[in-house]
């Protein structure tokens, strides 16, 4: 049974790494700075926990509000950011443009292993966590992944256009808490809403949650292609540049 719930924990989780991992197509990332990327994102969850105590000493907490963005959204996403910042921003291997998305997603998504483990294992039935480990599958574990989209695609903008980095780097953390905010406060009020037997409002915001969370898939997406397409161009420019050295 534990077996089962552990592989339903971990299996999105693989096949979001390995997704964006084949996305990256001029020179793949080594294995060591990946599993370093992974790593971080399990540091982040202690990190996060020391964050939120602190946040909860200053800001009265107890809304739907508070629990999205302030022990969610922000802090969650600040961590990541921080660690990457840390750890890999001045990292020789973060060479392209496209290696900001691959080092944020890896580590957003050791991140939401950890959690995803931490949720199944918390219920109490082995349907409970089957229910939690599939929720979780199509919502919560690619939701970590979208925000980490975000935040590399800029991460990836502030390091190769330098004229504009503060700008880049301020929406490299603000952007995805933002996001990440939305989407939790959207999910929460609208299990709120249909736990106090207000279904028709908790379904419409489900549905508000559904297109939002379709625009975000649509923003990671164009944030990939894009990316690539930078990558691209500067891997071609560096080709050139060595042709000319010779």
């Known amino acids: 049974m534990n077996t089962i719930i552990l592989a339903l924990a971990i299996l999105p989780v693989i096949v979001l790494a390995w997704y964006i991992y084949k996305k990256d197509k001029y020179e793949k990332e080594p294995l060591s700075m990946l599993v ?9 969850i202690p990190m996060d926990l020391i964050v939120v105590a602190g946040i909860n000493m200053f800001i009265p907490g107890g809304s739907v509000f508070y629990s999205a963005f302030f ?4 802090p969650e996403e ?15 291997n973060f060479n392209e443009p496209f ?5 944020a997603c890896f580590i957003s998504l050791g991140f939401a292993c950890i959690e995803n ?10 349907a409970g966590a089957i229910h939690t480990g599939m929720l979780r599958a199509v919502l919560s574990v690619p939701g970590h992944f979208l925000f980490a989209v975000v935040m590399g695609y800029f991460l990836g903008m502030a390091k190769f256009r330098p004229e ?8 490299s953390v603000l952007c995805p808490a933002l996001v990440h905010g939305i989407f939790d406060y959207l999910l929460m009020l609208s299990s709120a809403f249909s736990d106090n037997n207000l279904e028709l409002m908790g379904t419409i915001l489900f549905l508000v949650f559904i297109y939002f ?3 975000i898939w649509k923003i990671g997406v164009k944030h990939i292609s894009k ?6 161009i500067e891997h071609n420019n560096d080709i050139f540049r060595n042709i000319f050295k010779s």
């Open 36 to 44: 370093k990327a992974f790593l971080l994102g399990i540091l982040a």
């Open 71 to 74: 022990e969610a959204g922000i």
């Open 78 to 92: 600040f961590c990541k950011w921080a660690l990457f910042m840390l750890f890999i921003w001045r990292n020789k």
């Open 99 to 103: 290696d900001g998305i691959v080092y």
């Open 117 to 126: 483990i931490m949720y199944v294992f918390s219920n109490e039935t082995f």
């Open 164 to 171: 504009q980095r503060n700008k880049y780097l301020w929406f």
């Open 213 to 215: 969370d379709i625009k």
């Open 227 to 232: 990316m690539q397409e930078q990558t691209r």
